[in-house]
């Protein structure tokens, strides 16, 4: 029953690998996000999209693609991995309205690259 | 773009006392601000929200303020308890706009027994 959730938990890998992270939310939002939450903590959001379409994509390497196959689905895959995107990924969703500002978060992909 | 600064970046205090978490913001059109609160290893939650017609909002031992002329906003937290302990962020955003949800980076309350 788990409201936004997001695959694996825990994803640890080497240098240069491509893997991809998959999230689904069950709320029937149109908005669905990904943020990177680095080791100071720091949440910084990567992509946002409305209804499958892209709406925000932040200053992210094109290394990293987010796809939407439907307004329920937002997987992210990284090409290519460095040291440095080591962090915990977050996919959130929100309700449509004037509500569209509430986020409602996954669990968190904890990513480590080696 | 909007700048949101939060501090202090962490703040300790013994059961029972009350903590105070303060956050500016840059972009004077901003008019909604959440606060959501990580627990180690969990999701971040949201815990309370205000919008920029109100000045104060309470929810039992939580409580919001604004203070819109001097792009301002705090979380006060009564009578803490250890679950408390946690990372709280701040955040500022344009309703209605294009303009994302922007983040503070995050208070860590230690709420000691």
């Known amino acids: 029953d788990t409201a936004v959730s997001q695959t694996p938990k825990y994803l640890v890998t080497q240098m240069g690998n491509d893997k991809s992270i998959k999230c689904e939310q069950n709320?029937?939002?149109?908005?669905m996000y990904w943020y990177k939450q680095d080791s100071k903590k720091f949440l910084k959001i990567m992509f946002s999209y409305n209804n499958k379409e892209l709406i925000i994509n932040e200053t992210v390497p094109n290394r990293f693609s987010p796809k939407s196959p439907d307004k329920a689905h937002l997987n992210l895959h990284i090409n290519s991995l460095e040291l440095g995107d080591s962090a915990v990924y977050f996919c959130?969703?929100?309700?449509?309205?004037?509500?569209?500002?509430?986020?409602?978060f996954g669990s968190g992909t904890q990513l480590s690259v080696l | 773009g909007e700048n949101v600064e939060q501090h202090p970046s962490t703040l300790s205090v013994q059961e029972g006392d009350s903590a105070v978490i303060k956050c500016t913001y840059s972009d004077s059109a901003s008019n909604y601000f959440p606060w959501y609160k990580q627990e180690l290893g969990k999701r971040p939650q949201l815990i309370i929200d205000i919008r920029s017609n109100v000045g104060e909002k309470k929810d039992q031992r939580i409580a919001v303020t604004l203070n819109k002329t001097a792009k301002h906003f705090s979380l006060h937290i009564t009578e803490t308890q250890p679950e408390d302990s946690a990372v709280y962020f701040c955040a500022a955003s344009q309703q209605g706009g294009s303009e994302k949800l922007v983040f503070g980076k995050g208070m860590k309350l230690t709420v000691n027994p």
């Open positions: 709320l029937g939002h149109d908005t």
């Open positions: 959130a969703s929100s309700p449509p309205g004037l509500s569209d500002e509430k986020l409602f």
